[in-house]
């Protein structure tokens, strides 16, 4: 009996983890519920979340007691070694309380940014403390304010239990903490699997709803975080991919989509093709992009949104404007990636934080660079933000302008000036450019959380000052200050600008993908640009080889992109959408949903929601995988890269290139 009641007392603290984590777990489980209860009632998933939440939390559990279960045989057989086995199960059950505490607070406020449980973005924001502390304490002061306290507290409550618990602890014979770890063990492995089957089970296990969040309920965040850190592991092999695709059948596939003459690809192995000129000039001309921050349709009163953006409004009747354009994801990084390099979105983070593609990576700035342009990146904030600095000057931008580049400007916020000192700037710098060609990427930051701009520019949306209604407001008013001074500057005549968001404010909706949150304005201006609403579904990733056409550059480039002003009226138009582990294939109002381990699901977009689940189309579901699987590929065996950068590498391509009668210009 001894011995059974000092096992008892040895294993009571375990008890009391898996009974707290519980009972915190579930609780916050059953606040999000009553957060989200409307899409929970209409995807009839009360019992499905409680109880595939209850078995993820047994998977948490599993895994977070492995290492006390590993230390019990070494650290509690003896006189000597108790006292550190008692401190480690205080301290360890003390930050990991604290740790799910501190995870499931802040699942709150990132849903309601994200439509999701922390993931893969939580740690992408805390690489930059300094940005994420003010927003934060701008935007989340009263969470802030309760929540650490809160956590703090829980993680005290938590030793003062553990630390009662052991007192009538004594040391186990080894004899008898042998076979008892293992055992333990042997219930930690089975339930942090959860299953017999050959895989254990991971996200893909409750994807049983087509709204992604309700899904995410039914995990718990800190297992999410932590699934999100172990797929880390693929980024640099392309990311996890979506179906079971050769290589060569998705490039097959990607090129006859691009709709690019057979004839123009360079070699067999990769999207490298000699692009014409549509608008071909004697003088190619300058090409300003200005990437708006968070900008949806849903605050452009001319695309049926909010009456915000009075400026955007009638710049969109004065160019080429595309009414059903999508952003590629929900990331300003993401759209940087599509409007730069035209590369198509993958699970993985964005090229532009990827190290396979932090030097020799295709963008426009290389290009134009390679053919006599000045090159520059252009922002109010710190540039190393989302390591840009980095891949903008290692891979073809000259000149870097942030926030230290500024004298006396108007307003200072969280995210760096003003977007009216911003494009101040930029119309200064374009004005020195004399003669010389320029590109630039201007981006701007006003239009972001917590919200400021300065005082006295606006007839306010809202009553209260920092909404996003009035931010967009403040922003559209700097775009018109700008061209109003760009139409009577020396460089208009000769320049086509780009107005274009990088991604909605916030995309959320209660299907797999919320394609109206991926719905963005963009347009394409200046004195050779004939005013002309484009009305095809079109993607972020069309937009480089459109303008490179619009301004008259010809060349090599690797983008798949289509050049829309080529495009064949019987052409259906397409767009590509990255959505946490999720991704859309649109084409017209068909949409292909793709899912890690699962089959291609396809839907009908009826304009605000999708519908019509039915089975899915061998045709467009090819399409769909093929993309996706030609992304990861691509990066991977480093094919986005210039050519003279793979021929040096790995000499796939040099031989083609001579014959091609290629080689010689890009060795000049």
Known sequence: MGNISNILNNLRPFALMIVSILLLLSISRLALISLWYSRVEQSNAFGFILGQGLRFDAVLLGMLLVPLVLLMPLLSTSSLMFPAWRMVLIIYATLTFSLIAFMEMSTPAFAEQFDARPNILFFEYFEHPKEIFATLWGAYRGQLLLGIPSVLALGWCAQLVVKKSMQAAVPLSPFVAMPLAFVLLLICVMAARSTLAHRAVNPSTVARTNDALINDLALNSTYSVAYAAYEMRHEEQGGARYGNMSDEDAL????????????????????????????????????????????????????????????????????????????????????????????????????????????????????????????????????????????????????????KDYIDPVFTGSWGVSDEDLLTKAHQTFEAMGDKPFFSLVFSSSNHTPFEYPDGRIEPFDKEKQTVNN????????????????????????????????????????????????????????????????????????????????????????????????????????????????????????????????????????????????????????????????????????RYKSLLANSADTGDNHDVLAEAGLTPALEK
């Open 252 to 403: 097959a596939i990607v090129r006859r989509e691009s709709h690019i003459p057979e004839s123009a690809f360079v070699d067999e192995y990769t999207t490298w093709h000699e692009a014409g000129a549509g608008n071909a000039k004697a003088r190619p001309l300058n090409l300003v992009i200005i990437l708006q921050e968070s900008l949806g349709a849903e605050f452009v009163g001319s695309m049926g949104g909010l009456d915000l953006t009075p400026n955007i409004d009638a710049l969109r009747e004065e160019g080429l404007s595309f009414d059903r354009l999508y952003a590629t994801g929900t990331r300003s990084v993401r759209g940087i990636e599509a409007v730069t390099t035209g590369f198509l979105p993958t699970p993985s983070r964005s090229v532009v934080k990827l190290s396979k593609s932090q030097r020799n990576f295709f963008t426009l700035g290389q290009m134009l660079k390679e053919q006599g342009y000045d090159t520059s990146f252009i922002y109010g904030g710190e540039a190393h933000f989302d390591n840009m600095r980095r891949f903008f000057v290692n891979n073809g931008f000259d000149t870097i302008i942030d926030e």
């Open 471 to 638: 931010a967009v407001k403040y922003a559209d008013y700097a775009v018109g200050e700008f061209f109003a001074k760009a139409r009577q500057s020396s460089y208009w005549d000769n320049t086509v600008f780009l107005v274009v968001a990088d991604h909605n404010s916030r995309v959320h909706g209660a299907d797999l993908v919320p394609i109206n949150g991926f719905h963005i304005p963009a347009v394409v201006l200046g004195s050779s640009i004939k005013p002309q609403h484009y009305n095809k579904v079109a993607s972020q990733s069309d937009l480089p080889p459109t303008l490179l056409s619009l301004i008259g550059i010809q060349g090599l480039n690797p983008m798949p992109g289509r050049d829309l002003t080529q495009l064949a009226d019987d052409v259906p138009g397409r767009a590509i959408m990255q959505f946490n582990a999720i991704q859309a294939y649109m084409e017209d109002d068909e949409v292909v949903i793709l899912q890690k381990g699962m089959d291609p699901q396809c839907f009908t977009f009826n304009g605000t929601h999708l519908v019509d689940e039915r089975q899915p189309d061998s045709r467009i579901s090819n399409i769909a995988v093929a993309h996706s699987s030609w992304a990861s590929a691509t990066y991977e065996n480093g």
